[in-house]
């Protein structure tokens, strides 16, 4: 079964940074991407930031220029640097893994990023 076990996460004043890592284990299919999600009280679960095969990234308009994903999705990791961190940052965040099926699509545990003013 797949695992996606995420780490990094916590509680930082506005302007500071944070790191969030995953990896994927016992994947079975071909990786297409991984990304992070997050998700706060009584909102959608929305995209942060996402690399795709061959190492095209997409970032949320809100966090262009602050946040920074790297890794491979050949290695099955994925990192988030969080800089900047303003209040509304404020969310569970999630590592996403996707194949080409549609099935082939899981999620981390989350991870609480508390951004305090």
């Known amino acids: 079964q797949v695992q996606v076990v995420q780490s990094g996460g916590g509680l930082v004043q506005a302007g500071g940074s944070l790191r969030l890592s995953c990896a994927a284990s016992?994947?079975?299919?071909?990786?297409?991407?991984m990304g992070w999600f997050r998700q706060a009280p009584g909102k959608q679960r929305e995209l942060v930031a996402q690399i795709i095969s061959g190492g095209t990234t997409n970032y949320a308009d809100s966090v262009k220029g602050r946040f920074t994903i790297s890794g491979d999705t050949a290695k099955n990791t994925v990192n988030l640097q969080m800089n900047s961190l303003k209040p509304e940052d404020t969310a569970v965040y999630y590592c996403?893994?996707?194949?080409?099926?549609?099935?082939?699509?899981?999620w981390g545990q989350g991870t609480q990023v508390t951004v305090s003013s």
């Open positions: 996403n893994v996707k194949g080409s099926r549609l099935w082939d699509n899981y």
């Open positions: 016992r994947i079975s299919f071909s990786v297409n991407s």
